[in-house]
Structure formats: C-alpha cells, structure tokens
C-alpha cells in the first residue's frame, strides 16, 4: 500500500512538473524578479514549515530495527529519499515561480498547487491536483501510521513511556495500542487548530528535536568513541554542526517571535510557545518513567 500510494504521488508531482515546462503557459522572467528585502526573522519562521515539509526524510531510522542489513539500507533510504524530495520540492518552486511571479505568488490564497494548475493546464487542472493531494495525505498518513507509532513502542520497551505501549498484537505483530494512541492525539490536534496553525506547532517541534537528534551524534561520538559504526557519517562534523545550528536559530526566532514579543506586547501567544508549553508538560512525565524503570 505505501510503495503504491508513494509511487502514484511522486509518478503525479513529476507528470505536473513535466507538463507544465512543455505544455503550460508561463515565463521564464519570471524568475529573475526579485521579491524585496526579507526581514531575517521573517525568513527563519519560514523555514519552519519548510523544515515541516521535509520531515519524513528521518523516518526511515524509526523502523531501522524491522529493515534488513539496516547498516546499509537505513543510510540508502535515508540519502536516496532525501535527494529525491529535495529534487521534487525545488523543481515544484520554479515551476510555481515560472507561472506566478513571486509578488503574485505571495498573495494566492487557499491551495498554490491548485491556482497554478489551473494557470497552467486550464481549469478543470485544479480539480485534478485536488485528487492527487488527496492521494500525498493519504500517503503520508500510511507512512505515519507505519514509522510514528514505533517510537512510542521504542520509549515504552525503554521503560520511558506507558508499557502499554510496548504491546504487540498476537496476530498482527504490530505494536498496535500505539498505533491506536497517535491516532486519538491525531485527531485531537486537527480539531484544535487550522492548519496553518498545526504546521507551526508541530514544525516547531520537528525543527527542535531534529536538532536535537543531531547534535547527540557528537554525545555519542564521545561518550563511545569506540562503539561499532557500520556507516559513514559524511560531512562529520562540519554538516551536523551546521544542521544544529540552523535549527537552534530557527528555534530560538521562534519563540522571540511566539513567546517574547507578545510578553511585550500584551497579546496572544504563538503556536511555537504552545509546543514548548506541550514538551515541557512532558518532561515531568518523561522522568517519572525514568525514574520508575
């Protein structure tokens, strides 16, 4: 089910991108129009939905345990499917660049991959891109329902989360009480928000524990120096240390932006001080268990 809804997302996003540089009506100048200056923390909080839509490139490490001869397939899928959304995502932002001006493109309102079909293909394109979104949800809500769900499974088997969780299903074999708990905190979080509102929730804690998980690489590094590796770490430690950076700018942006600037100002607080509200609650929880195991 995932290599098929993957394979008719990635077989629909290229046939779009194929069609619209032969067949569809833009212009390449377009491109060369510039956008105006961008104020620094403006674009640190927009790379925290971009940090949002590549965040599946980890995913593969979630299920490295159920994935044969992990040493060499995990660092595989991880480059391979990185360079490919990476490959998708860019030619997908000239394509929208090359129809729409960026100014123009600042200002659509509702789907972008819908008015720029329609600019493209005619009118009746739309309603076609509306089915392939249908198609990418669904497609990475079936990876999310494959890879989320063993970390709750892992932390449980660690003794750092309910152990409940740890259960799996006699015929099944799959943990499926946490299956069953991501679904009911899903559904719970696309009820308290728009959507908007859910990406920079959630993108703020993707950008904070990505950074996180990276910056472990030197803990490990020198706390086991000796420990078996059997991958390259390519780029170490220049690449990671970067990576840590970037997010620990975008994360602090962040809340200067969500958190200080409405303490000053008396307003409301942003969705990326709600996710820092939501990890803290979790830490208390987090050393119970850990204290218990």
Same mark, same amino acid.
């Given at each position: 089910?995932?290599?098929? &809804? ?7 996003? &290229? ?39 590549? !965040? ?10 159920? *994935?044969?001869?992990? @040493? ?13 959304? +990476? ?6 932002? +000239? ?6 001006? %960026? ?21 009746? /394109? #739309?309603?076609?891109?509306? =089915? $392939? ?7 990475? *809500? !079936?990876?999310? =329902?494959?890879? @989320? ?34 679904? $009911? ?20 804690? $993707?950008?904070?524990?990505?950074? %996180?998980?990276? &910056? !472990? ?30 997010? /620990? ?11 200080? =600037?409405?303490?000053?100002? #008396? ?10 509200? $939501?990890? @803290?609650?979790?830490?208390? =929880?987090?050393? %119970?268990?850990?204290?218990? !195991?």
């Amino acid at each position: 089910m995932m290599n098929a &809804l993957a394979g008719l997302k990635v077989s629909a996003l &290229l046939i779009f991108i194929a069609l619209g540089f032969t067949i569809g009506a833009g212009s390449g100048t377009n491109l060369a129009q510039a956008a105006g200056p961008v104020a620094g923390s403006a674009w640190l909080l927009a790379l925290i939905p971009v940090m949002f839509t590549y !965040s599946g490139w980890n995913a593969a490490a979630y299920v490295a345990e159920e *994935i044969r001869d992990p @040493g060499r397939n995990v660092p595989r899928a991880l480059a391979i499917g990185t360079l490919a959304v +990476v490959a998708i995502y860019v030619l997908l932002n +000239v394509l929208f660049l090359y129809v729409l001006p %960026v100014g123009q493109l600042a200002a659509v309102k509702g789907s972008v991959m819908d008015v720029v079909a329609d600019r493209l293909l005619g009118p009746r /394109a #739309g309603d076609v891109m509306a =089915v $392939v979104s249908i198609v990418s949800i669904a497609a990475s *809500i !079936s990876a999310m =329902v494959f890879a @989320g769900p063993r970390v709750y499974y892992a932390m449980a088997r660690d003794g750092a989360f309910f152990k409940s969780a740890a259960r799996i299903h006699p015929r099944f074999h799959t943990p499926a009480i946490s299956i069953v708990g991501q679904a $009911v905190w899903s559904g719970l979080l696309v009820l308290s928000g728009s959507a908007n509102t859910l990406t920079t929730y959630t993108g703020f804690s $993707v950008v904070l524990f990505a950074g %996180v998980a990276v &910056l !472990s690489l030197f803990v490990l590094r020198l706390r086991e120096p000796d420990a078996p590796r059997p991958f390259k770490a390519i780029g170490f430690p220049v690449a990671p240390a970067i990576f840590a950076l970037a997010s /620990a700018l975008i994360v602090g942006n962040a809340l200067y932006s969500d958190l200080v =600037v409405p303490l000053r100002h #008396g307003t409301a607080w942003g969705p990326a001080a709600a996710g820092l509200i $939501v990890i @803290g609650l979790g830490l208390p =929880v987090y050393l %119970v268990f850990r204290r218990r !195991s």
